[in-house]
């Protein structure tokens, strides 16, 4: 098992930058694909990126080239950058862990993009 805790949401102007960080705890945390999703209020949640076990990123098309997904594999972490942030992003972003037919979700931190 794992266990996921976020932190670096916060309240930043349209066009700011902020650095989202997962710190896991639990083993095999290389074997994991790692993502990030949102989830604004009254929406479903929803995919922001992924990075596997081998490295590979994938994206949603709204966040592309915005945003930049990384892991760190001695430390246990996985981090996502937000730049050129725009009032739609605004959103509880979770951290996800996945591995076959597990599961593992942070407890989200808060993403508020306004002016």
């Known amino acids: 098992q794992v266990q996921l805790v976020e932190s670096g949401g916060g309240l930043v102007q349209p066009g700011g930058s902020l650095r989202l960080s997962c710190a896991a705890s639990g083993s095999r945390f290389s074997s994991y694909t790692m993502g990030w999703y949102r989830q604004a209020p009254g929406k479903q949640r929803e995919l922001v990126a992924t990075?596997?076990?081998?490295?590979?990123?994938n994206y949603a098309e709204s966040v592309k080239n915005r945003f930049t997904i990384s892991r760190d594999n001695a430390k246990n972490t996985v981090a996502l950058q937000l730049n050129s942030l725009k009032p739609e992003d605004t959103a509880v972003y979770y951290c996800n862990a996945h591995r076959l037919l597990f599961d593992s979700w942070g407890q989200g931190t808060q993403v508020t993009v306004s002016s």
């Open positions: 990075i596997s076990s081998g490295g590979n990123t």
